[in-house]
């Protein structure tokens, strides 16, 4: 079975999206093997320097690298990656079901993004869209995404 593991740097605060995000855990379980792991953001200052944002990318760059399986596909998600449509996302997880790395990898960054070396080292660099979102909404769509693309590798009628 797959492993689909889910990085993100913060915590979520809000219920609604707690609800959410379980509801599409819970959906999940049925297709892949999915671990959710979860950095602490550094603190930042109320008016960060750009230094400070740096630095605070980096560890958390850091942070994330630890975390990450070996033989794994990664995909940072970042404003600057590709957009993909849901039938190109599900053919993702077809081409890591079937290949050696047994574990595909999203990562979310935090309020500033992500270190534009975890960027720069990822396999895949994927965008949700040319809008922004809050990082915790971007979790909820990304599990729906990841959902519907299992869905769609299905062929079930959930993806119309």
Do not use: W
């Amino acid at each position: 079975m797959l492993s689909v593991y889910l990085v993100c740097v913060g915590k979520l605060k809000e219920k609604f999206y707690k609800d959410a995000c379980a509801e599409y855990e819970k959906r999940l379980s049925s297709y892949c093997k999915f671990t959710l792991v979860e950095i602490p953001e550094v603190k930042l200052s109320k008016d960060p320097t750009l230094g400070e944002i740096t630095n605070a990318l980096a560890k958390e760059g850091e942070a994330v690298r630890a975390k990450l399986p070996s033989s794994s596909q990664v995909a940072a998600l970042c404003v600057e990656g590709r957009a993909r449509s849901s039938e190109e996302f599900a053919q993702l997880f077809s081409a890591a079901g079937n290949g050696p790395d047994r574990h595909l990898v999203f990562i979310i960054g935090g309020s500033y993004g992500l270190h534009p070396s975890v960027k720069a080292e990822a396999d895949i660099q994927l965008s949700m869209s040319p809008m922004t979102f809050p990082h915790h909404l971007a979790r909820v769509m990304l599990l729906e995404q990841i959902y519907r693309a299992f869905k769609i590798n299905e062929g079930s009628s959930y993806h119309k």
